[in-house]
T-cell receptor, first 117, second 109 residues
Framework: DTAVSQTPKYLVTQMGNDKSIKCEQN?????MYWYKQDSKKFLKIMFS???????INETVPNRFSPKSPDKAHLNLHINSLELGDSAVYFC????????????????FGPGTRLTVL | GQNIDQPTEMTATEGAIVQINCTYQ??????LFWYQQHAGEAPTFLSY??LDGLEEKGRFSSFLSRSKGYSYLLLKELQMKDSASYLC??????????WGAGTKLIIKP
């Protein structure tokens, strides 16, 4: 059974295009995240949603917009793609960390490798 | 600012022991996590420490000293499959995870 799934796994596109990455979790978690991991392997938090409400919005360009139709899904839309957007994007989920951080393990999806040409 | 420091790369021999250190400066502390990430794969949870001391889980142990802002991950009886990056992450007062850049561990036969 897949806990956190992302589609697509690989995405190759041209500069200027608009693309979306989908994420779904079947763990019943309240919180979902989007991370960007660049070539230097640094994981950077982009967004966090708790029960469909945005609770963290790091300083990412407004070309990136998260959309959460329900608490099991958090999709990432990217407009006007740029070369610097090439990276691996990870979706993750956890229970509400404010409720009990001792059990707040984040479970990661397999990642989406985005290449912008 | 918030900061997590860990060595960029370490090399060890199969069957040996290796210790990966992590120091942190964060606004508040709600626990420290270690994750393992194999090349091309997602990070997976290894351990969680919130109180000072050593947590042992099989071949892996994690230690925390809150007063020193310091943790280490100890891997015993190293196996080739332990070759991976090991990520240290601290949960701050806003319950946000602050991630280190990861330590790439290379195991040699």
């Amino acid at each position: 059974d897949t806990a956190v799934s992302q589609t697509p796994k690989y995405l190759v596109t041209q500069m200027g295009n608009d693309k979306s990455i989908k994420c779904e979790q079947n763990l019943g978690h309240d919180t979902m995240y989007w991370y960007k991991q660049d070539s230097k392997k640094f994981l950077k938090i982009m967004f966090s949603y708790n029960n469909k409400e945005l609770i963290i919005n790091e300083t990412v360009p407004n070309r990136f917009s998260p959309k959460s139709p329900d608490k099991a899904h958090l999709n990432l839309h990217i407009n006007s793609l740029e070369l610097g957007d090439s990276a691996v994007y990870f979706c993750a989920s956890s229970q509400d960390p404010a409720r009990d951080s001792s059990t707040d393990t984040q479970y990661f999806g397999p990642g989406t490798r985005l290449t912008v040409l | 600012g918030q900061n997590i420091d860990q060595p960029t790369e370490m090399t060890a021999t199969e069957g040996a022991i290796v210790q990966i250190n992590c120091t942190y400066q964060t606004s508040g502390f709600n626990g420290l996590f270690w994750y393992q990430q194999h090349a091309g794969e997602a990070p997976t949870f290894l351990s969680y420490n919130v109180l000072d001391g050593l947590e042992e889980k099989g071949r892996f142990s994690s230690f925390l000293s809150r007063s020193k802002g310091y943790s280490y991950l100890l891997l015993k009886e190293l196996q080739m499959k332990d070759s991976a990056s090991y990520l240290c992450a601290v949960m701050d007062s806003n319950y946000q995870l602050i991630w280190g850049a990861g330590t790439k561990l290379i195991i040699k036969p």
